[in-house]
């Protein structure tokens, strides 16, 4: 579209109480949005409150004004930066199917992904170490099986994920993965994620609904949140705590019909609580990227055999073993840990560290550990 029709979707996108479903409303009654804007008043309060009338007949404010001045200089900046509408040939179809889809989006890299079969991984920005290593694991073997990773470029489960995918990218997937944002298409947020979002850019696509320069306020997340769920033929949660966004995108992917997935944990975790109320509810346990796939039933390729892992291939020593035996695969605190292996703290505490340089093991707050492998 030209610039003019860019402007055209912004001034209905940026109209004070004109929402998604009024949006599509008008679409249906008059067609492109400069046919909306040319409506008369009569015809228009048929279908809108008279503010909302009155909002759309007025010149462009200043806030508009700049909207579209920032998304043209924006789109300036290279040919992997585009703008969809609704009306575009490229609007993802999977988001069509939603209640309220994103009247316009701002894609930024490999937009042609957005046609791949693609799912959707989340989970808790405070997630543990075994949890980011899952949610990188399970990326990168459905990248190799041509599943596209979505999730929110947050940290923890989701920066795992989308590393996870890059990875299999790296090793010649075909699939790739797409971060949806909470914030404006040029801003990073975290900050510390500048070097993943630039890898995102480069191999992959990062979506926004929101105009350039727009802050990661909170009440963009959920927005963002439902645009994940809709992109994704099924969501499967890493890693949650019970009030976390993770169940919030795992409800609006229900839904809309999509397939819910849950990884168990131990029942002494808090991370693990979402996904066991999850599962609780309806969601399917999942313990290798196979039952993924196998639920979906997607034509996607055989699943890649992954190189083997080398962290924590050195031999163990015989005090070694006897503590990540005595450990089990469930947190536990290093005074319980002591009563198990009939050893004192302080010796246990070096056993513990060691274990921990060589990735067998990880320190969770509250002085307790989790064997990794």
Not at 38 to 64: F, I, Q
Not at 71 to 84: D, F, I, K, P
Not at 102 to 125: D, F, K, M, N, T
Not at 239 to 265: H, M
Request: glycine share 8%; hydrophobic share 45%.
């Amino acid at each position: 579209m030209d610039a003019a029709e860019r402007a055209a979707w912004l001034r209905l996108l940026l109209t004070p109480g004109l929402g998604p479903a009024s949006t599509r409303r008008l679409l249906a009654e008059f067609g492109l949005p400069q046919e909306i804007l040319a409506a008369g008043s009569a015809a228009l309060k048929v279908l809108l409150p008279d503010e909302v009338v009155h909002a759309l007949r007025r010149p462009p404010d200043a806030e508009t004004e700049r909207a579209i001045a920032s998304t043209e200089l924006w789109l300036a900046g290279g040919a992997e930066r585009s703008v969809l509408s609704l009306a575009d040939a490229d609007y993802p179809a999977a988001l069509l199917q939603c209640p309220d889809p994103p009247i316009v989006l701002y894609a930024w890299g490999r937009r042609e992904i957005l046609g791949q079969p693609s799912l959707a991984i989340v989970g808790s920005r405070s997630c543990t170490q075994q949890g980011r290593q899952t949610a990188e694991a399970f990326a990168r073997a459905l990248g190799h099986a041509g599943l596209t990773i979505v999730s929110g470029l947050a940290l923890g489960i989701d920066a795992a994920a989308h590393r996870g995918a890059l990875q299999a990218v790296d090793e010649g997937a075909a699939a790739s993965t797409i971060a949806v944002v909470g914030s404006g298409i040029d801003v990073v947020y975290p900050a510390s994620h500048r070097a993943l979002t630039d890898a995102v850019r480069a191999r992959g696509l990062v979506l926004s609904e929101f105009v350039p320069g727009t802050p990661a306020l909170a009440h963009n997340f959920p927005k963002r949140n439902r645009v994940i769920a809709g992109l994704a033929r099924g969501v499967l949660v890493v890693e949650a705590a019970l009030r976390s966004g993770s169940l919030i995108t795992a409800r609006l992917a229900a839904e809309l019909g999509r397939e819910v997935f849950a990884i168990p944990g131990s029942i002494h975790s808090p991370t693990a609580r979402g996904c066991h109320r999850l599962i609780k509810d309806g969601a399917k346990l999942v313990e290798s990227a196979q039952d993924v796939l196998d639920e979906l039933r997607l034509p996607v390729q055989a699943l890649a055999v992954a190189p083997a892992d080398r962290r924590g291939s050195e031999p163990l020593g015989a005090t070694q073993r006897v503590v990540l035996d005595a450990m089990g695969h469930g947190p536990v605190d290093l005074d319980t840990l002591a009563v198990r292996c009939a050893s004192a703290t302080g010796s246990l505490s070096a056993t513990l560290l060691e274990l921990e340089l060589a990735q067998y093991v990880e320190r969770l707050p509250g002085n307790q550990y989790q064997r990794l492998r």
